[in-house]
């Protein structure tokens, strides 16, 4: 069972709906809403083992993008094209059954075939986000960190948790305010789910103090009360180093995370639901709508590709 029974952060995860920074108008009915041809257009990625791709694709398309499921082989035989999108989304799963570790047999694939490709668009302002497997696709790439602009080296792993075992649940989680990362911008203190058996972020203690100095390090692990977890179980799930739990390159466009932004499309998605609507209901208070924090992830990368 998740260890959160309610929204205890100082500053709820489950937020009224005037602390939002953007209006429940702003979130489409995905099934409703006309894309025009300018619209923002997301590749979610797909293939062997990927099973994330459907609320990945619906995470983006609540944020006002037109998101398409993309396979990995459409790509590599060119018979679609990575340079008609803006933002690429490397998704949650298993790909390859985690044969020689997660995202490994994926980024081999991948970077001897359309590794420049995607490089490419990085270096020509596009935006990259990597949630759990994707994560671990990225780091494997050399994505990520992108020290000194370096996209093909790796220099940081996502390995076993510490605890040898798979983690599903959910937990809080600070955002760094002076992070790069363009996927996390307003964003503070917030709760999102975990499902991962190998998340433990590693890199040698130089890396690891470059990537802070340079504020890089986007998500950290926390208490219920918003200090960090101090690699305390199971607040920090899996062991990783500083309590990290998403990085980005310096520019901020390309971003990893271990927790599931997607999986929070909806309020109810919150296990502190049912206490926090009663609680709310009793104070007079109104019930919260318009985007959840797992949903902003996704807004705010549409918000910056219209706005560049």
Request: charged share 20%; with cysteine.
């Amino acid at each position: 069972m998740p260890h959160i029974k309610n929204s205890s952060h100082p500053e709820s995860s489950i937020q009224d709906p005037a602390s939002s920074q953007h209006p429940a108008s702003s979130i489409q009915d995905p099934v409703s809403s006309q894309h025009p041809a300018s619209a923002v257009k997301a590749l979610v990625l797909t293939g062997y083992g990927l099973n994330c791709d459907h609320e990945t694709a619906y995470a983006f398309e609540l944020a006002g993008a037109r998101a398409e499921r993309v396979h990995i082989n459409s790509l590599i035989d060119g018979s679609r094209r990575l340079a008609d999108f803006q933002i690429m989304a490397f998704v949650g799963g298993f790909s390859w059954g985690d044969d020689h570790g997660a995202g490994v047999i994926q980024a081999v694939r991948m970077r001897t075939t359309i590794g420049e490709t995607i490089i490419e668009f990085v270096e020509d302002g596009n935006l990259v986000i990597g949630i759990c497997n994707g994560f671990q696709a990225l780091v494997n790439l050399g994505l990520l960190p992108g020290l000194d602009g370096d996209y093909r080296s790796r220099t940081v792993a996502l390995s076993t948790n510490d605890r040898g075992r798979f983690r599903n649940d959910w937990v809080h989680l600070k955002a760094n305010p002076e992070s790069p990362c363009v996927f996390t911008r307003g964003l503070q203190q917030l709760d999102l789910p975990i499902r991962h058996g190998e998340g433990k972020l590693y890199a040698e203690s130089g890396v690891v103090d470059r990537l802070i100095a340079g504020g890089q390090v986007v998500l950290q692990y926390t208490l219920p009360d918003g200090t960090l977890a101090g690699g305390a179980f199971p607040f920090n799930p899996n062991g990783s180093v500083h309590d990290i739990a998403g990085i980005c390159d310096p520019t901020g466009r390309i971003f990893g995370l271990m927790p599931h932004p997607e999986a929070y499309n909806h309020w109810t998605n919150h296990p502190g639901w049912p206490r926090e609507k009663e609680t709310r209901k009793r104070r007079g208070l109104p019930t919260p709508s318009g985007p959840t924090v797992g949903i902003r992830v996704f807004q705010n990368a549409v918000d910056f590709v219209r706005n560049r």
